[in-house]
C-alpha cells in the first residue's frame, strides 16, 4: 500500500558551481493515501493558484510514468497543463521488450529510439513486429507487444520532448518516492495499516516541505488542549442545563401541588417560601 506522491517545482538548477548533482527550484510536495486522486489534484490546484499568478504560467508540465491518477491530473490542472511521458519508465518497458536480443539489444534499442525522434509511428511498429518474430517465448512476445502498445499508447507524450526543451526537463519521482516514502514505510520489515500509512506519509511530506516534527508536536499539543478544555466547557455547560431544568420541573410540581391542594412536604417548603398561610 504504497500512497501517492506529487512535487511541483518551477525548474533544475546545479547544486553548485562544480556540481555535477541537479535540485529543483522551489519543490513543494503533496502526497498521502487517497480513495480519489481528484481530492490530491484539487489541493495541488489550490497550491498553484494561491503562490502563482496565472497570467504568468505558459504550461504546466505533468511527468510521470503514465498511471491513471496521474493523468488525471491534466483535467484538474486545466488547458494549460501537458503530460510528459517520463524516461525512465520509457526505458524500463524498452529494456524489457529486448533484454533477451543479448547482442542486438543495444542496437535495437537505439532503432527505437530514432524512430520514435524522427516521430515514425510506422517505422516504430515494424521494429516491434520483428522483435517478436525473432522471440521464441511466447510470455516474452507477450511483453514485447505490451512495450509496443506502451509506447503507441502514449505517443504524444513521448514525441512532444523533440520540440520542447522545456519538456526535456525530466522526472525525478522514483528517487523522490524512494527518498521520501520507500526508506520509512517499505525497506523496513514492518506491518502499515492504511490509515498508518497515510499519517506516517503525510508526516515525511511535512518535513520534506521544511516543516518540523518538533513544532507540530507542539502545535497538536496545543491544538489537544483547547479541544480537552472545549470538551469540558461543553460538559458543564450540560450540567448548568439539566440543573436548571430540574429546578424548572420542581417549581412547576410544587406550583401544581398548590393548585390542586395537595398537602405534600413541596407544599408546605412553598408556603414557607412564599409566606402564605
Not at 504504497?2 to 546545479?14: A, C, H, Q, T
Not at 503530460?83 to 542486438?104: C, G, I, P, W
Request: proline content about 1%; some cysteine; charged content about 30%.
Amino acid at each position: 500500500m504504497m500512497p501517492k506522491l506529487i512535487y511541483v517545482f518551477e525548474g533544475i538548477r546545479k547544486e553548485g558551481p562544480k556540481s555535477k548533482r541537479n535540485q529543483l527550484i522551489n519543490k513543494h510536495c503533496f502526497g498521502g493515501v487517497y480513495s480519489d486522486s481528484e481530492k490530491l489534484w484539487e489541493e495541488v490546484m489550490a497550491y498553484i493558484d494561491a503562490v502563482y499568478e496565472e497570467e504568468t504560467i505558459e504550461t504546466i508540465y505533468l511527468m510521470g510514468d503514465g498511471a491513471s491518477w496521474i493523468k488525471r491530473g491534466v483535467d484538474v490542472l486545466g488547458a494549460k497543463c501537458r503530460f510528459v511521458l517520463d524516461k525512465f519508465h520509457l526505458r524500463q518497458y524498452v529494456t524489457r521488450a529486448t533484454s533477451h536480443l543479448e547482442e542486438k539489444a543495444a542496437y535495437v534499442r537505439s532503432c527505437i529510439e530514432d524512430e520514435i525522434n524522427l516521430e515514425d509511428k510506422d517505422g516504430l511498429k515494424r521494429i516491434f513486429q520483428l522483435i517478436i518474430e525473432e522471440t521464441p517465448s511466447e510470455s516474452k512476445k507477450e511483453q514485447v507487444r505490451k512495450t509496443r502498445d506502451y509506447i503507441l499508447n502514449h505517443w504524444e507524450a513521448i514525441i512532444i520532448r523533440n520540440g520542447d526543451s522545456d519538456a526535456r526537463t525530466g522526472c525525478s519521482a522514483e528517487g523522490n518516492v524512494s527518498h521520501i516514502y520507500s526508506s520509512r514505510l517499505s525497506s523496513r520489515p514492518l506491518g502499515w495499516s492504511k490509515t498508518g500509512v497515510d499519517q506516517m506519509a503525510r508526516l515525511r511530506i511535512y518535513c520534506q516541505n521544511g516543516g518540523k516534527v518538533y513544532d507540530l508536536m507542539k502545535y497538536q499539543k496545543r491544538k489537544q488542549e483547547r479541544e480537552i478544555a472545549q470538551a469540558i466547557q461543553k460538559e458543564m455547560d450540560r450540567n448548568i442545563k439539566r440543573k436548571r431544568e430540574n429546578y424548572t420541573d420542581v417549581w412547576n410540581s410544587s406550583n401544581i401541588a398548590t393548585d390542586m391542594g395537595q398537602r405534600t412536604g413541596m407544599y408546605h417548603i412553598m408556603k414557607a417560601m412564599r409566606g402564605i398561610g
